[in-house]
């Protein structure tokens, strides 16, 4: 099964470098290229976009907090 150009198969991913096809004397089908194994590089990069997440929610947050904080602060209408 294919997902994205990657092989997913038994929980692993595999990558694959050029591949085309040839034909044998008998008629069949011969393949060439290489599967290698990617599964820590798209275990690496999940977890680096779930750290961009958190950073970008934090950075929200305190925005948000500077806003609200400043606000209460320094009101721009008087109450009389």
Do not use: C
């Amino acid at each position: 099964m294919t997902n994205g150009g990657y092989f997913t198969g038994a929980g692993r991913d595999l990558g694959g470098g050029p591949r085309h096809a040839g034909s044998a004397a008998d008629g069949s089908v011969i393949w060439y290229g290489y599967f290698h194994d990617v599964t820590t590089r798209k275990r690496m990069e999940e977890a680096l976009r779930e750290r961009v997440l958190t950073q970008q929610k934090r950075e929200r947050q305190i925005r948000f907090l500077a806003t609200t904080t400043h606000s209460r602060d320094f009101p721009t209408a008087r109450s009389s």
